[in-house]
C-alpha cells in the first residue's frame, strides 16, 4: 500500500477545493469545471487531429464512471482514466519519449536469468549464475531509478509545452509544478492498480486538483493568479 | 520585510511562466534580494536558444529586477551578481551592465573584471553601447582606473591572421560595429579623458598602433591614403576603426592640452614616440592648432628638411606651414625658404644631367612643378619676393587645384565621361558632328574621355531630337559603331517616349548595318572603350525594329514590310547566342529567357513575331478579322518559315531561342492556332535529348504569360506533362517567381473562370493536388485569396464565387486525411479569404473557425482580425472564438501589435454585452493574452469591474 498524501496536505500552502465542492451531476452530462476541461481538452483533440484515442473522451469516461454510484469499482476504473489520461497528454503533445523496454519486458529479463538460476542451483555453475542474477537486478534498479527520472523530465517539458509564454522558468518553480502533476499521476496510478485505498472524497479533491491544473494550463485565469501574488508582495513589502 | 516565506509561498502561486515574469516585475523593494538569494533564485540565467541558423536571447526576469534594485541597494544587488553563473546570455549581460550603471561607481567597479568576460562573447546586441557608459560612469566617479581597464577591453582591436599564405591579412576590427566604436569614442571617452588624461590617451594610441598593420621600419603607413587628413574636412575618410581611434587622438590630444593636463610639448612627443606616419601627421595637426599660440614649438618641426621632404606628412605639414609661417622668427622663415630653394637647385641641376633636351626639359618643369605645389599652400603668406616667384610659376602652368593634398578627388567617377555635352553636340551642324564623330581620338587613358561615353551622350542627344537624326540617318554610314549604335539606341528612346521621326532614312541606316562583317579586325579586347564589333549594333537595330512594331502612333509603315524584313532577317541567323555564351551566362546566372532579349539572335526572334502581329494587325484592318484568322501564317510565310527553321535543334541548339516560342505561344497561337497545334511537339519536345528545350520553352510560357483561355486546350497536355514535373525544378534565381507556384496561379485562374472543373477525375485541378507538394498547394489558395483581398469591393459574380466556395470545402474536406502540419499549412491561406470579406458571412465565419482549431496560425493575421472587428456587431458570439483561436495560435514572434486596436474593439464588445457568455469569452481572452505576456487588455477588465 503506498503511502501518499492527501491533496491538501501536498500544497498546504495553495488554495484546494474541499471534497463536496463538485456540482452533484446526473446521467452523463458534464457541467461546470467539467464542462469546461471537457471542452478545453476536446479542442486540444481538434488540433491533434490524427493521434487517434481522444484526450477528451478519456476525461468524460473517467468522470462518468466515478458516478456510478452503484459500481464498487467506480474509482478504479476512473483512476485508470485518468492516469490514462495523464500519461497520454504528453506524448500527444510531442514530448520525447525515452526509447527502450517497457517495465514487463525489464522483468520478464531479470526474471528468465532468476529462472536459470532456480533450474541449475544444484550444478557447479550455479555460483555464476546468482552473480549473473544480481547483476541483472542491479541493471534492473538502475534502468528503473532512470525511468523514474525521465518520468519528471517528461513532466516538466509538458508543463512548458502547455504554458503560452515560451520562457523558461527556473528549476525550483518547475520542480513545484511536476511535483504536483507526478503526485497526482502517483495517487490515479495507486488507485488504478489497487495498490491505494482511497474515499469518494480524496478522489474528488485529487480529481479536482488535476482538473483545475490542465484548467490553469489550458484555460487561463492569469489575472486572479496574479491578485494572489500581488497580496503576497503587498503583504511582504507593507510590512517593510 | 520580504522573507523566505514570502518567497516560497510567491513561487508556489506561479503558475506558469507569465507569472514569473510578472512577480519580478511587480517586485519594488531590494528586501527580496536577500531571501530570493536563499532560496537559490539566482542560479540559473536561461542560455541562449539556438533554432537552426538563429540564435535567440531569452530575457531573464532576475537580473531585470536587480537593474532596477541597483540603485537603492547596490551591495545586495552585488551579492546577487556574485552568485550569477557564467552565461552566454547577453541579455543578461545588458541587465547586470544597467545594473552597474545604476550603482556608484566603487561598486559598479566590481563588476568591471566580469563586464570584460562578456565582451569575449560573440554575440553583443546593445552591450558594447552600454558598456561605453560603464566606462563614463567609473571615470566620472573616480574609479578610472577601473574604467581605463574596462575600456581597454571594451575597445580592443582584433587583428587576424590571414586566410592562407601570401594573401592580404583582413583589416584590423573592433569586437563590435564601427558606428557603436565611434559613438563610444565620441560620447564617452572625453570622461574618461576628464579623469585621467594621460592614462586615457596613452590607450588610444596603443589601439591605434594596433590597428595599423606593420609594413615599413621608417613608419610607412599608407595613412595619406587611408586618411587623407587628419582634420576629416573635405576629404572622405573612412568609417573603419583606424579612422575613428585618429580622430579620437585628434580630439583628445587638442583637449588634453587645452585643459592643461599635459602640455603641447608633452603630448607632440608622445605622439613622436610613436613610428607610423599618421601619428607624426597627428602631431603635425596638434601643434597647428595651437601654432598662433606656440609657434616656437611649431618652427621647429617646420625647419625639419625629412619633414618638409616626407610626402607621408605632406598634408598635415604644409597646413602647418601655412598657419604658423606668420608667427615664426624669421630666421625660421628664411630657413624654410632656404630649404625650398635648396631643393629647387637640386632638382635643376639633377634634370641639367638629362642627355635628351626633352628629357631635360620635362625633369625642369617637374622641379618647377614641386615648388609650385608647395607655395601655393601658403601663398597668401609669402614674402613679396617669392609671391612674385609664386606668380610666374603660376602663369606658367596655372594654379594648382588643392595643393595641400597629394592627391585629390573631387567626385566619384561614375561612368565613361564624353568630350561634349549633349547640348553641344545637337548645337552643331550635322556635317561637323560627323566629322567630329569620324576624327576624335580619345587619349586611352583611364577615366578620361572616351569613345564609349560620347557614344552615350550622342544616344541622349538623339533621343531629345530624333526627328534631325532620323532624316539624316544616311549621313552617319561609315562611322564607328561604337557611334552608330549611340545613335541607334537614341531613336528606340525616342519611340518609347511616343516622338515620331522618319523610318525609311532609319531603316536605310539599319540595313547598312547589317551587312557590316559582324566583327573588326583588332577589335578583339572586351576592355577597349570602342565597341568590339558590330554585334551590339545589330542587337540595337533588332530593338529599334521591335519599338517601332509596337501598335503606337509613329510606328513603322506597312509599306516598308519588305524593308523591315530585309533587316530582320539576316539578324536571326546572327551566331549569338553561340553554345559557348550559352554555357558562359545561362544555367544559373541567366533563365533562357533574359538571355534571349539580351543577345542578337534572341531579341530578333522576338521581333519576328512582333513583326507577325503587325502583319496581322495590319491584315484585320485591310481585308476583315475572320479573313486574317483564316489565312494565319499562310499571309506571312516569312514568318513562318523563320519560325519553323528555327525550331530544328540540329539548326538552332539555343534554349534562349526556345524561350521565346514559350512567352509568346499565346500569341503564336492567335496568328494561326492550327500552326502552333501541328509544331506543338517541337517547341515542347518529348524526347529525353531534349528536355532542357522543353523545361526552356515551357518556363518561359508559365512565368512571363497570362494563363489565355485560347491555350488551354492546346495545352493541357503540356500542363499535365508540368504537373508530373513539379517539385523538380529549383526556378530561376533571377525570377522572384517558381515555375511551381506559377503552375499554380494558371489553374487557379482557368478554375476561377470555370475552365477548369474540379468533378473531373482526370481533370487538371485533380491531377494537379494530387501531385503538388503542400507548399505550392498552400500558394495556390493563398494566390485566389490574395487576389480577392487586393480588390475589396470589386463585385465578383456569384458563379465565381460559388466555384470558390466549392474550392474550399473539398480541400478541407480532403485535407483531414492529411497529417495536422500540412492540413494547417495548406488552410492557413483562408485567412486571405476571409480577409476580403468577398464571400456570406456565415460560410467565411464558419470556414475560418474550422481552420483556427487545427491551432496553427492563419495567413494574414492582421487582416482577419481587423475584418473580425468589423463583423463583431452582426456575431459577437463567433468573433469571440475566432479571436481567442488566433491568440491561442500566436507564438513568440507576437504579431499582437499589428492588431492590438481591432482586438480591443471585439473585446470591449465582448465586455460591454448583457450576454454573460459573451463577457465571460472576453475575459478569458483576456486572461489568455495575459498568460502570453501581453498586458496590454488588463485595463478593460478594471474598466468593466468599474462600470
Aim: proline share 5%; glycine share 6%; with cysteine.
Amino acid at each position: 500500500m503506498t503511502d501518499l498524501p492527501t491533496p491538501s496536505e501536498s500544497f498546504a500552502s495553495t488554495a484546494l477545493p474541499t471534497s463536496g465542492v463538485l456540482p452533484k451531476l446526473t446521467g452523463d452530462s458534464l457541467a461546470g469545471r467539467q464542462q469546461v476541461v471537457y471542452e478545453a481538452l476536446a479542442e486540444k483533440d481538434d488540433q491533434l487531429g490524427e493521434r487517434g484515442v481522444r484526450l477528451s473522451h478519456m476525461y468524460r469516461g473517467a468522470v462518468l464512471a466515478r458516478r456510478q454510484s452503484e459500481n464498487s469499482e467506480r474509482l478504479v476504473l476512473a483512476a485508470h482514466d485518468f492516469r490514462e489520461l495523464m500519461e497520454k497528454l504528453p506524448r500527444y503533445l510531442d514530448v520525447p519519449v525515452a526509447a527502450g523496454s517497457g517495465l514487463t519486458v525489464k522483468v520478464r529479463e531479470v526474471v528468465a536469468v532468476w529462472d536459470e538460476a532456480e533450474a541449475q542451483k544444484n550444478t557447479a555453475d550455479h555460483p555464476t549464475l546468482r552473480d549473473r542474477f544480481l547483476q541483472a537486478f542491479a541493471d534492473f534498479a538502475q534502468w528503473f531509478a532512470a525511468r523514474d527520472t525521465g518520468r519528471r523530465e517528461r513532466a516538466g517539458e509538458l508543463l512548458s509545452r502547455l504554458d503560452h509564454r515560451k520562457l523558461p522558468v527556473p528549476s525550483s518553480i518547475r520542480e513545484l509544478r511536476v511535483d504536483e502533476w507526478d503526485q497526482c499521476h502517483r495517487y490515479f496510478e495507486g488507485v488504478s492498480h489497487h495498490t491505494l485505498t482511497t474515499s469518494d472524497g480524496d478522489f474528488d479533491d485529487w480529481a479536482a486538483v488535476l482538473e483545475e491544473f490542465l484548467l490553469d494550463r489550458l484555460r487561463p485565469r492569469t489575472y486572479e493568479d496574479r491578485k494572489v501574488l500581488r497580496d503576497i508582495i503587498g503583504e511582504a513589502e507593507n510590512d517593510a | 520585510m520580504p522573507d523566505r516565506s514570502h518567497v516560497r509561498r510567491a513561487l508556489n502561486a506561479i503558475k506558469r511562466a507569465s507569472d514569473y515574469e510578472f512577480f519580478f516585475n511587480e517586485l519594488k523593494s531590494p528586501d527580496w534580494i536577500q531571501p530570493l538569494i536563499e532560496e537559490r533564485i539566482f542560479r540559473e540565467p536561461p542560455p541562449p536558444e539556438r533554432h537552426g541558423d538563429y540564435i535567440s536571447f531569452p530575457l531573464w526576469p532576475e537580473s531585470r529586477y536587480l537593474a532596477r534594485m541597483a540603485n537603492l541597494a547596490s551591495k545586495d544587488v552585488l551579492e546577487a551578481i556574485a552568485r550569477i553563473p557564467d552565461t552566454e546570455n547577453v541579455r543578461v549581460h545588458e541587465d547586470l551592465v544597467d545594473a552597474a550603471l545604476a550603482m556608484p561607481a566603487n561598486d559598479a567597479a566590481r563588476v568591471v573584471p566580469r563586464a570584460k568576460r562578456w565582451l569575449e562573447s560573440p554575440y553583443q546586441l546593445l552591450l558594447p553601447d552600454k558598456l561605453g557608459k560603464l566606462v563614463a560612469h567609473l571615470a566620472e566617479g573616480g574609479e578610472a582606473a577601473a574604467a581605463i581597464d574596462l575600456a581597454r577591453g571594451l575597445l580592443a582591436i582584433v587583428v587576424q591572421e590571414s586566410p592562407r599564405e601570401g594573401a592580404l591579412r583582413p583589416e584590423p576590427t573592433a569586437r563590435f560595429d564601427v558606428w557603436h566604436y565611434e559613438q563610444i569614442l565620441k560620447k564617452r571617452y572625453p570622461k574618461l579623458l576628464a579623469a585621467d588624461g594621460e592614462a586615457a590617451f596613452d590607450l588610444l594610441c596603443d589601439l591605434l598602433d594596433r590597428a595599423i598593420p606593420k609594413q615599413d621600419d621608417d613608419g610607412t603607413d599608407h595613412s595619406y591614403i587611408w586618411r587623407p587628413a587628419i582634420e576629416s574636412v573635405g576629404q572622405y575618410s573612412g568609417h573603419d576603426v583606424r579612422n575613428a581611434l585618429v580622430s579620437a587622438i585628434r580630439d583628445a590630444s587638442v583637449s588634453l592640452v587645452r585643459s592643461e593636463q599635459l602640455s603641447l610639448e608633452m603630448v607632440a612627443e608622445k605622439l613622436e614616440a610613436r613610428r607610423q606616419h599618421v601619428f607624426q601627421r597627428l602631431a603635425l595637426h596638434l601643434l597647428r592648432v595651437f601654432a598662433k599660440e606656440r609657434p616656437d614649438v611649431a618652427a621647429v618641426r617646420i625647419v625639419d628638411e625629412a619633414r618638409a621632404e616626407n610626402l607621408g606628412l605632406h598634408h598635415e605639414f604644409w597646413l602647418l606651414v601655412r598657419d604658423a609661417f606668420p608667427d615664426i622668427s624669421e630666421a625660421d622663415r628664411v630657413a624654410l625658404l632656404g630649404h625650398l630653394q635648396k631643393r629647387l637647385d637640386s632638382d635643376l641641376a639633377e634634370a641639367a644631367q638629362e642627355t635628351s633636351e626633352e628629357e631635360r626639359a620635362d625633369a625642369e618643369r617637374s622641379a618647377r612643378l614641386w615648388l609650385l605645389r608647395r607655395l601655393a599652400v601658403f601663398k597668401d603668406v609669402l614674402p613679396e619676393e617669392w609671391r612674385e616667384r609664386y606668380g610666374e610659376l603660376v602663369r606658367e602652368f596655372a594654379e594648382p587645384s588643392r595643393p595641400e593634398f597629394l592627391y585629390y578627388s573631387e567626385a566619384v567617377w561614375v561612368g565613361p565621361t564624353s568630350p561634349k555635352s549633349a547640348e553641344d553636340l545637337l548645337s552643331m551642324e550635322l556635317t561637323a558632328l560627323v566629322e567630329f564623330l569620324s576624327h576624335w581620338e580619345p587619349s586611352g587613358k583611364p577615366m578620361e574621355e572616351s569613345a564609349e561615353g560620347l557614344g552615350r551622350i550622342l544616344s541622349a542627344a538623339v533621343a531629345a531630337e530624333p526627328e534631325r537624326f532620323a532624316s539624316q540617318a544616311a549621313r552617319f554610314k561609315g562611322l564607328d559603331p561604337t557611334y552608330i549604335r549611340g545613335l541607334i539606341s537614341g531613336l528606340t528612346e525616342a519611340r518609347k517616349a511616343k516622338k515620331q521621326f522618319a523610318w525609311e532614312p532609319t531603316l536605310g541606316l539599319c540595313r547598312w548595318v547589317v551587312t557590316q562583317p559582324r566583327e573588326i579586325p583588332g577589335r578583339k579586347s572586351e576592355y577597349t572603350d570602342l565597341d568590339p564589333g558590330w554585334g551590339w549594333t545589330r542587337k540595337a537595330v533588332a530593338d529599334l525594329i521591335a519599338a517601332g512594331l509596337e501598335p503606337a502612333e509613329g510606328g513603322i509603315d506597312f509599306g516598308l514590310r519588305e524593308m523591315v524584313w530585309s533587316i530582320l532577317f539576316p539578324l536571326t541567323s546572327d551566331p549569338e547566342p553561340t553554345p559557348e555564351y550559352e554555357d558562359r551566362y545561362g544555367g544559373d546566372n541567366l533563365d533562357p529567357l533574359t538571355l534571349s532579349i539580351n543577345t542578337v539572335r534572341g531579341e530578333a526572334m522576338h521581333t519576328v513575331v512582333r513583326y507577325g502581329l503587325w502583319l496581322r494587325r495590319h491584315r484585320e484592318s485591310s481585308e476583315s478579322v475572320e479573313r486574317a484568322q483564316h489565312e494565319g501564317l499562310d499571309a506571312s510565310p516569312e514568318v513562318r518559315d523563320a519560325l519553323e527553321a528555327h525550331l530544328d535543334p540540329g539548326r538552332d541548339p539555343s534554349l534562349a531561342i526556345r524561350a521565346v516560342y514559350g512567352q509568346w505561344l499565346p500569341w503564336l497561337a492567335l496568328l494561326d492556332q492550327k500552326w502552333v497545334r501541328s509544331r506543338l511537339g517541337d517547341i515542347f519536345p518529348s524526347s529525353a535529348l531534349l528536355r532542357s528545350h522543353r523545361i526552356a520553352a515551357w518556363e518561359a510560357y508559365i512565368l512571363y504569360s497570362g494563363p489565355f483561355d485560347n491555350v488551354l486546350e492546346l495545352l493541357t497536355p503540356e500542363y499535365d506533362a508540368a504537373i508530373n514535373r513539379l517539385g523538380e525544378s529549383a526556378g530561376s534565381r533571377l525570377s522572384p517567381r517558381s515555375p511551381d507556384e506559377r503552375l499554380a496561379e494558371h489553374l487557379m485562374i482557368f478554375y476561377w473562370r470555370g475552365r477548369l472543373s474540379l468533378s473531373d477525375p482526370d481533370g487538371l485541378i485533380a491531377h494537379f493536388y494530387e501531385r503538388a507538394p503542400v507548399e505550392v498547394r498552400a500558394h495556390a489558395l493563398g494566390f485566389v485569396g490574395r487576389a480577392l483581398e487586393r480588390e475589396p469591393g470589386v463585385e465578383i459574380p456569384d458563379a465565381v464565387l460559388d466555384r470558390l466556395v466549392s474550392l474550399w470545402d473539398w480541400r478541407a474536406r480532403v485535407s483531414k486525411e492529411l497529417s495536422s502540419g500540412e492540413r494547417a499549412t495548406e488552410l492557413a491561406e483562408f485567412g486571405w479569404w476571409f480577409a476580403s470579406g468577398a464571400f456570406k458571412q456565415d460560410w467565411a465565419m464558419s470556414r475560418l473557425l474550422e481552420v483556427l482549431r487545427i491551432g496553427k496560425r492563419v495567413q494574414a493575421e492582421h487582416l482577419v482580425v481587423q475584418r473580425l472587428a468589423e463583423t463583431v456587431d452582426a456575431a459577437p458570439g463567433q468573433v469571440l472564438d475566432a479571436l481567442r483561436l488566433i491568440v491561442m495560435a500566436e507564438g513568440e514572434d507576437w504579431g499582437g501589435s499589428l492588431w492590438h486596436e481591432a482586438a480591443e474593439r471585439i473585446l470591449e464588445t465582448g465586455l460591454s454585452s448583457k450576454d454573460v457568455t459573451l463577457a465571460e469569452k472576453s475575459e478569458e481572452i483576456i486572461n489568455l493574452f495575459g498568460a502570453k505576456g501581453n498586458s496590454g487588455f488588463e485595463h478593460l477588465l478594471a474598466k468593466k469591474q468599474d462600470s
